[in-house]
């Protein structure tokens, strides 16, 4: 039975729309004192916007209470416990806060002249010589702004190098248990993506590699861990197949928390990998906040990079445009620079034993979790687990249960739900990463409520099967919200007329 049952005021509320009447403003501003101008003379037909329909009309105050109660709708890290597996929900220390705050660094501009940028350019090469040497590599760019973006930023300097060599190549090799992004970054760089199986032990099957590493294989994506949160044991080897026949490996790094301080991607073969600074070094992040993709290489990469680079004169930074087999930019200026800022307050504070600790811790919460609940619920791979574990639907299903329903029903416990149906490979996927920052007793708190909930999937499986009981909204349609969404607001006087 539920433990810990929360009871607070729970304030409704409508959509601004709703809230709005004619004439009410925001804002009370002193009488005209020059000649009223036309906007649209001013600042050209194409920058004023006509009418709103409908726009709503309300008072400071009003806005202020309406996106205050909409935020304590929210479930956040600062919360509780966050287990979406692949997305390392950690708590972001706030010395990170105040450090990105500080007033200098928030409100440097990109445009302020080198002579004025000095710290911040440190900022970005201390950054980058830490990550280098966190990942093994020789040079990192912070350009990308999500870990997509530096998968897209890898691919294209592979297929920058291979070009310079001659020859493009087709194919990117891409493991069934890979995240979406990776098959979808091998298309946008104009590769085609040939899937390879993975062996009864969720890792990649070195048989099945070597008879398709041909001459027309640009390279593998590979995670590592993998999504199924186990080591690649043959890493080496799978880096060596494909460099003997000229090919690269790009690791996708998301899964960095399992990895920092005690193995180097460098050292195992990795040629280019992305981190994503907004999951392994803190940062908030969730619902697409700004992000950083941050890409590291090997050296034959490196003069692949996305430009400008940093370059040391003297003792002042200075901005490197001339990169003549630079790929180009990736984004304006030179990333989500607040992002970075907090990315090496956390790698600072923790040092280089802190950052290894936090990583023992990582592997240690999750493994605590899945000796727990491996009597409830089936392991997808007896492999041993690294940062996150992942359990199939397979008990629960004879009941008529899937992972959808479970992760509903967490939510009536007040947990935030794990990876729901991800990696694919899994058949009813339920991927858990507890993250360093969570203490036993959350733990304990968690593993309680999926043991609870094991036992009503047996006894009492309707009640799962219609959760969640406890929210605003109860379940919702996903499959026609996924196929007819309605994503505009319409008055509700027309409404009935729209859906005609
Ligand atoms: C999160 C994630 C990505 C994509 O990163 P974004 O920052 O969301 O673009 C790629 N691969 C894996 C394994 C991930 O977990």
Redesign the pocket.
């Known amino acids: 039975m539920i433990k810990q049952v929360t009871r607070h005021i729970v304030q409704n509320e409508p959509l601004l729309f709703e809230q709005s009447s004619p004439g009410k403003k925001g804002y009370q501003l002193p009488a005209l004192d020059v000649p009223e101008s036309d906007p649209e003379k001013v600042l050209g037909r194409e920058n004023v916007r006509d009418e709103i329909d409908g726009f709503p009309e309300v008072s400071e105050f009003e806005a202020l209470r309406h996106f205050t109660r909409l935020s304590t709708w929210n479930y956040a890290i600062d919360l509780g416990l966050y287990p979406l597996g692949?997305?390392t929900m950690k708590y972001n220390p706030r010395i990170n806060e105040l450090v990105a705050r500080t007033e200098g660094v928030a409100w440097a501009h990109p445009y302020q002249p080198e002579s004025l940028s000095q710290g911040c350019m440190e900022v970005i090469a201390a950054l980058e010589s830490a990550l280098a040497e966190i990942t093994g590599m020789d040079a990192v760019t912070l350009q990308p702004a999500?870990?997509?973006?530096g998968?897209f930023t890898g691919i294209l300097m592979i297929r920058a190098l291979l070009e310079s060599r001659g020859n493009a190549r087709k194919k990117i090799l891409v493991p069934d248990s890979a995240?979406g992004?990776?098959p979808a970054t091998a298309m946008m760089v104009g590769y085609t993506v040939e899937n390879i199986k993975s062996n009864d032990r969720g890792m990649v099957d070195l048989g099945v590699l070597e008879r398709v590493v041909t001459e027309d294989v640009a390279g593998l994506m590979i995670?590592n861990p993998n999504?199924v949160g186990v080591f690649e044991e043959n890493i080496r080897k799978i880096c060596a197949t494909l460099h003997d026949k000229g090919a690269l490996v790009y690791m996708?790094g998301?899964?960095m928390n399992a990895l920092v301080g005690v193995a180097r991607p460098g050292d195992f073969g990795v040629d280019v990998m992305h981190l994503?600074l907004?999951?392994t070094f803190s940062t908030p992040h969730g619902g697409g906040g700004p992000?950083s993709?941050a890409v590291a290489v090997a050296k034959v990469l490196t003069p692949f990079l996305p430009g400008p680079r940093l370059k040391r004169e003297g003792d002042k930074w200075h901005w490197n445009y001339d990169l003549p087999q630079s790929t180009g930019r990736v984004r304006a200026y030179y990333g989500n620079f607040g992002v970075l800022v907090r990315a090496l307050a956390y790698i600072m504070a923790h040092g280089g034993n802190g950052l290894r600790q936090a990583t023992l811790d990582a592997l240690l919460n999750a493994n605590y979790i899945r000796t727990l609940l491996e009597p409830y619920y089936e392991l997808a791979y007896k492999a041993p687990s690294m940062h996150e574990c992942v359990f199939s639907d397979d008990r629960q299903a004879k009941h008529g249960i899937r992972t959808g329903d479970v992760a509903k029903r967490l939510i009536d416990y007040g947990f935030h739900p794990y990876t729901v149906s991800f990696p694919l490979i899994v058949r009813g996927a339920m991927m858990i990463e507890p993250t360093e920052t969570e203490g036993k007793r959350d733990l304990d708190a968690f593993i309680d409520a999926m043991i609870s909930i094991a036992k009503e999937v047996e006894e009492t499986p309707e009640l799962v099967a219609k959760a969640p009981h406890s929210t605003r909204t109860l379940r919702v349609d996903e499959v026609t919200a996924a196929r007819k969404p309605v994503v505009r607001w319409i008055p509700r006087s027309t409404a009935s007329q729209a859906a005609d």
């Open positions: 692949s997305c999500a870990g997509a973006h998968e995240h992004t990776n995670t999504t996708d998301a899964n994503n907004h999951k992000g993709g």
